[in-house]
């Protein structure tokens, strides 16, 4: 791939293929952990922090270990026995090596331990085809993706909490849901400014 | 062959694979271990696990590593109070030293009745943002209640609720006196007072007693009877309020009877809740 084509894969993985927007995954934690704008960011950069870590290991699982092997069949198996070990394995070092960062991932890193965006992002890049550096951009700008789209609908929430206007039978979840579709519906205005 | 590849290779690879990661996180566990104070984790135990964060940590963890790290006093947890306070310090080896429990208490009587609403507040329903509009309050008395219920959201013991005349209640036998409200009150007026106090006063406001009638019947007016009748000197007028000083106080209620604006709050309601507690 040349580097325009990782510009636009980058790009279209943030905006066009939003993870949470356009392709619904990992949507457990955009309602759940996203009613405070603090507490979302943090989830957010603890989603690309695994991201990352696990595209990487993912791609060297199935390019170096199943394809030999194969045994192509065992990606869903493998890729989640690999990140789940990463996971704990990264919590370990980082509580001993980076209290400080430990401490701001804090409970996001297990618990995004077998989300379905960090397993979705593993599978895309692998029915893609991609290869280690576009994997990476694809990780990279898919986690991004999930990290703004987290944001925006913290910092909706907030402003729509306990709002008087909105009838009653419609206050707290219900209205996130209707405002995570209409986002969706506006994120689908990207689609085609990348083929 | 077939059998081989189709049956023995992915048990063999999974296994492996489970084996390996196994085996790796049990060694890492080992030498990223961080030694910690098991008297971290006995401290914990005892502690309620309220995670009001009252002593002014956060949370009962953060509480738990500050008396081991960093020094701090074994009686901060108001949720424990004593019986706490005697574990902590036992598992230190310090003394638990003395600490009267302490209450919330609402230092405002300007009720819907009392201090007029002058404006009608339509933004968010958080106190903390009507604080912010010209004037300071929606109210006519800057220095009082809001009414939008800040502190009640902020209770984790529900012993808040507001009132129908605009003012919370505190239930005092449920309040632990972790001081939530009052770091959430934008006018401050929330303090926490022992549970012995039998003489509170009922207002915020540090106008001149003028001022004070036009906008609340139930403010302190700074006249200063209540300091000239206190037999014990524990009553001095600081800025036109009457401030009173529990450790003097000696209970006899003649500041409540000469008081004109009734804003002297004698303690029935204080002494109820040593009685149930």
């Known amino acids: 791939m040349t580097i325009t084509e990782l510009f636009l894969l980058f790009v279209s993985s943030i905006f066009v293929h939003n993870i949470l927007l356009s392709r619904f995954l990992g949507c457990c934690p955009f309602m759940g952990v996203s009613s405070k704008l603090k507490t979302a960011q943090g989830m957010g950069a603890a989603v690309v922090f695994v991201i990352m870590l696990a595209s990487l290991m993912t791609w060297l699982t199935y390019n170096y270990l199943l394809v030999p092997l194969h045994l192509e069949y065992l990606y869903t198996l493998s890729f989640i026995l690999v990140i789940a070990a990463l996971v704990q394995f990264v919590e370990l070092a980082l509580k001993k090596l980076n209290p400080g960062l430990y401490k701001s991932l804090g409970i996001f890193l297990p618990l995004i331990t077998t989300n379905c965006a960090v397993l979705g992002v593993a599978v895309l890049n692998m029915n893609e085809g991609y290869g280690l550096a576009a994997s990476l951009v694809n990780a990279l700008g898919s986690s991004l993706g999930f990290l703004l789209a987290i944001s925006l609908m913290a910092g909706i929430r907030e402003r729509i909490e306990d709002n008087e206007g909105i009838p009653a039978a419609l206050r707290g979840l219900p209205i996130a849901l209707i405002t995570a579709g209409l986002m969706s519906i506006a994120f689908m205005g990207f689609t085609g400014i990348i083929k | ?277």
Request: glycine share 12%.
């Open chain 2, 1 to 277: 062959m077939n059998i081989v590849h189709v049956m023995i290779a992915p048990l063999a690879l999974m296994g492996i694979m489970g084996g390996v990661f196994g085996a790796l996180l049990a060694v890492a566990s080992l030498v990223f271990r961080v030694h910690q104070d098991e008297r971290i984790s006995k401290i914990r135990a005892a502690l309620p696990g309220a995670n009001c964060g009252g002593c002014g940590y956060p949370g009962c963890d953060g509480y738990a590593s500050g008396v081991v790290n960093e020094g701090a006093a074994v009686n901060k947890c108001s949720v424990g109070g004593a019986s706490v306070a005697k574990i902590i310090a036992d598992i230190m080896g310090v003394d638990a030293g003395s600490s009267v429990p302490v209450r919330a208490f609402v230092k405002c009587k300007g009720s819907k009745e009392c201090s007029p609403r002058e404006l009608i507040y339509d933004g968010v329903k958080d106190c903390a943002s009507a604080a912010t509009i010209p004037g300071g309050s929606p109210n006519a008395c800057p220095f009082g209640c809001i009414g939008l219920g800040t502190c009640v959201s902020v209770c984790q013991f529900g012993a808040l609720s507001m009132g129908e005349d605009g003012l919370p209640k505190v239930d005092l036998s449920k309040c632990v006196g972790c001081g939530a409200c009052a770091a959430a009150c934008p006018k401050g007026i929330f303090t926490l007072v022992p549970v012995t106090a039998d003489i509170i006063i009922a207002c915020n406001s540090h106008w001149r007693g003028p001022d004070v009638k036009k906008v609340c019947s139930a403010g302190c007016i700074g006249c200063g009877v209540c300091a000239k009748i206190c037999p014990a000197g524990a009553i001095e007028l600081v800025n036109n309020l009457a401030v009173i000083d529990q450790n003097k106080c000696i209970k006899c209620g003649r500041c409540a009877s000469k008081c004109p604006a009734k804003c002297i709050k004698t303690g029935e309601s204080v002494q109820v809740i040593e009685k149930s507690a």
